[in-house]
């Protein structure tokens, strides 16, 4: 066991699965026989015939939303070695974003993906710009080869939850 991950886990980071919106995902530019659940999703993500492929170009522009706040540490994009993501551009709770305005906004982070990142090395984040997050927008900008078509075969959100109040269970305070 690598340092790295003794100390992710010390942190109890994990996958963050469990606490996606999935009524709120959105991936755009996906082809709709090859769909972001393919890779995000338990069990399609694990299935190596299954993966997210875009449609009209390379480019991707996925939003995931959660059902708390989280704290994001790291990222796994696999892809295969040539359709794989090249340039990925992580905004932390920037919603309705698209094509036309997603260079408008400073990226959260920006990841180049090698080829160890494809085969499932975990990309570090600036953990200090993913302290809050309510969602998160990845924008695949392009590819390996340079191809129309980019594949995902798997995400993974490594992170932990923000512990928060919840404001309805408070009880009000009455005045005598």
Known sequence: ????????????????????????????????????????????????????????????????????????????????????????????????MGFSNVNDFPPSDVANLSQENLKGKPVLLKYVKFQNVRSLTIFIEDNQSGSEITKVQKIVLNGTTVETTDMKGLKKIEDH
């Open 1 to 96: 066991m690598s340092g790295e991950s003794a100390s992710a886990i010390q942190k109890g980071l994990g996958d963050l699965l469990d606490f996606i919106d999935w009524s709120g995902v959105e991936c755009l530019n996906q082809n709709s026989t090859h769909s972001l659940l393919n890779a995000i999703k338990q069990g399609y993500r694990e299935d190596d015939g299954l993966h997210l492929e875009s449609d009209a170009d390379e480019q991707l522009l996925l939003y995931i939303p959660f059902t708390q706040v989280v704290k994001l540490y790291s990222i796994v994009i696999k892809g295969p070695e040539d359709e794989g993501p090249k340039t990925v551009k992580l905004f932390s709770n920037k919603e309705h």
